[in-house]
């Protein structure tokens, strides 16, 4: 079955201690992407990789990393988390940057506290 | 920048009717048109796209119209079940630019 996995799915942690959040997708897609929403602001992305080792940011990357080592996974990584990133996070995978489906994970509620 | 937006925060419509949800962006460059839909507690599913070499385009129990005149994308949900209560976004990307999503419409459908 084609799916993006994405882990934990539900976090809560305090300011400043570093966490990870997994992504992984079967599909060989080479696009993949984090996108947080928020109540009233809908769906933003926070970073996005075109291939392995190839990433870049979105529109709201401050406090954010990734890494593409795999084609496969696409962890976000916050290094230092802070209250203002309590949110909703999803990680999506798609064939191409866009004018294509993309596939998203069942999210990963975060609260930082 | 661009923005995609939807006329209606919320909809609230009754079991058997049919649903009629609007969205307008203003990127003109944008060709390709995707309607999603997002059920408490998960992630947004793909309901139907569209280009924007077609007007319309039907699957199951929906259709996508598109005008490009008036930049205005519309969903038709026919028949509106109870299941198909949820927060529906619209979406458009174009050549080299990800897909940009609207802010959703909430979809309530009462017995």
């Known amino acids: 079955e084609a799916q993006v996995t994405q882990n934990p799915r539900y976090l809560i942690t305090v300011t400043g201690k570093k966490l990870t959040v997994t992504c992984s997708q079967n599909?060989?897609?080479?696009?993949m992407s984090w996108y947080r929403q928020d109540p009233g602001l809908g769906l933003r992305q926070i970073y996005y990789s075109m291939n392995v080792e190839v990433t870049d940011k979105g529109d709201v990357p401050e406090g954010y990393k990734v890494s593409r080592k795999e084609k496969r996974n696409f962890p976000l990584i916050l290094e230092s988390p802070s209250p203002n990133q309590t949110s909703l996070y999803f990680c999506?995978?798609?064939?191409?940057?866009?004018?294509?489906?993309?596939?998203f994970g069942q999210g990963t509620r975060l609260t930082v506290v | 920048g661009e923005s995609v937006g939807l006329h209606l925060p919320t909809l609230s419509v009754q079991e058997g009717d049919n649903s009629i949800i609007n969205c307008a962006y203003s990127n003109s460059a944008s060709d390709y048109f995707i309607w999603y839909k997002q059920e408490s507690g998960k992630g947004p599913q793909f309901i139907i796209d569209i280009r924007s070499n077609m007007d319309k385009r039907q699957g199951q129990r929906v259709t996508v119209l598109l005008n490009k005149t008036v930049k205005h994308l519309s969903l038709q949900i026919a028949a509106t079940q109870p299941g198909d209560s949820a927060v529906y976004f619209c979406?458009?990307?174009?050549?080299?630019?990800?897909?940009?999503f609207g802010k959703g419409t909430s979809l309530l459908v009462t017995p």
């Open positions: 599909m060989n897609h080479e696009y």
């Open positions: 979406a458009e990307s174009g050549s080299g630019y990800a897909l940009n």
């Open positions: 999506a995978s798609s064939l191409s940057r866009g004018r294509t489906e993309a596939f």
